[in-house]
């Protein structure tokens, strides 16, 4: 079974930094793209970063690019979000996620082809 525990969250003025990390177990890790999502209040869960199963490819929704940092440490199953220069709209709940299908090299961003998600964490910033 499948198991993803975020952590990392918390409350930052806008313009500070956070770093999440997700930690995973019950799958071989490195065989599998992991993907971050969040969701705002009254608002769709939404796509924001992936990264390859092999650490390889990664991608960003536009709204994050070139603030945001996804990383991987297969060693550890761990994945991590770097968020810098965070706004107040960067506000919502921070999810992990598995790729649903193997494969070293797939970064999917749809949350359907996810099948397993954590908690989530609380991120708030504040203007």
């Known amino acids: 079974q499948v198991q993803l525990v975020e952590s990392g969250g918390g409350l930052v003025q806008a313009g500070g930094s956070l770093r999440l990390s997700c930690a995973a177990s019950?799958?071989?890790?490195?065989?599998?793209?992991m993907g971050w999502f969040r969701q705002a209040p009254g608002k769709e869960r939404e796509f924001v970063a992936v990264?390859?199963?092999?650490?390889?490819?990664?991608y960003y929704a536009g709204s994050v690019k070139g603030r945001f940092t996804i990383s991987r440490d297969n060693a550890k199953n761990t994945l991590y979000l770097q968020m810098n220069s965070l706004k107040p709209e960067d506000t919502g709940v921070y999810y992990c996620?598995?790729?649903?299908?193997?494969?070293?090299?797939?970064?999917?961003?749809?949350?359907?082809?996810?099948?397993?998600w954590g908690q989530g964490t609380q991120v708030t910033v504040s203007s």
């Open positions: 019950g799958r071989t890790f490195s065989n599998y793209a």
């Open positions: 990264i390859s199963g092999s650490g390889g490819r990664t």
């Open positions: 996620a598995t790729g649903r299908v193997s494969g070293r090299y797939t970064t999917p961003m749809n949350a359907y082809d996810y099948d397993a």
